[in-house]
Antibody, heavy 124, light 103 residues
Framework: EVQLLESGGNLVQPGGSLRLSCAAS????????MSWVRQAPGKGLEWVSA????????YYADSVKGRFTISRDNSKNTLYLQMHSLRAEDTAVYYC?????????????????WGQGTTVTVSS | EIVLTQSPATLSLSPGERATLSCRAS??????LAWYQQRPGQGPRLLIH???IRAPGIPGRFSGSGSGTDFTLTISNLEPEDFAIYYC?????FGPGSKVEIK
């Protein structure tokens, strides 16, 4: 079964840091670009970051550029999101998502597998 | 930067009825539009990709169409489990969502 399982969400103070993980199983992880997508409480979906299948190229939303770093360890089938300088507006459920189409570079044509999400709360 | 708008924000219907949801892009986009369903407490579920292709396992009552700037998701014969929020997506942009609620 194809599955994504996020972890690492927590309550953190403004200015703090957090690292999210996403464990993948059931597919050839290194063959797919991956993304992080977040959803603030009661709000819609917001794409955050993407990484190529090999991990060499990364992409960020303007709202997180310079503060967040996406990475992956294909030997461990795991995707990461390192978050620094967290703000109240970063409070959200963070999902990792697999692209429907294979290909090493992100194409954003659709995300066919999503995790259950991990909650990040930024508050003092 | 592409901006997607969805209408209506909320649609109140009864089981068995047809739902028609609209997604409009701020500029002409390629046909790589996707639709997702999100039920309360769950992650999004891919319904449609490439404007009109149902994802594996998605029932035939879900259909997508459109081109240019105007796209539509149609749910014929609403089932109880179809009452949810629906999002369109193109590249890195998501629409704000349309809620289909029970009338």
């Amino acid at each position: 079964e194809v599955q994504l399982l996020e972890s690492g969400g927590n309550l953190v103070q403004p200015g703090g840091s957090l690292r999210l993980s996403c464990a993948a199983s059931g597919f050839t992880f290194s063959s797919y670009a991956m993304s992080w997508v977040r959803q603030a409480p009661g709000k819609g979906l917001e794409w955050v970051s993407a990484i190529s299948g090999g991990g060499s190229t990364t992409y960020y939303a303007d709202s997180v550029k310079g503060r967040f770093t996406i990475s992956r360890d294909n030997s461990k089938n795991t995707l990461y999101l390192q978050m620094h300088s967290l703000r109240a507006e970063d409070t959200a459920v963070y999902y990792c998502a697999k692209e429907y189409y294979g290909g090493l570079e992100p194409n954003y044509y659709g995300f066919d597998v999503w995790g259950q999400g991990t909650t990040v709360t930024v508050s003092s | 930067e592409i901006v997607l708008t969805q209408s209506p924000a909320t649609l109140s219907l009864s089981p068995g009825e047809r739902a028609t949801l609209s997604c409009r892009a701020s500029q002409t986009i390629a046909s790589y539009l996707a639709w997702y369903q999100q039920r309360p407490g769950q992650g999004p579920r891919l319904l449609i990709h490439d404007t009109s292709i149902r994802a594996p396992g998605i029932p035939g009552r879900f259909s997508g169409s459109g081109s240019g700037t105007d796209f539509t998701l149609t749910i014929s014969n609403l089932e109880p489990e179809d009452f949810a929020i629906y999002y369109c997506q193109q590249e890195k942009a998501f629409g704000p969502g349309s809620k289909v609620e029970i009338k």
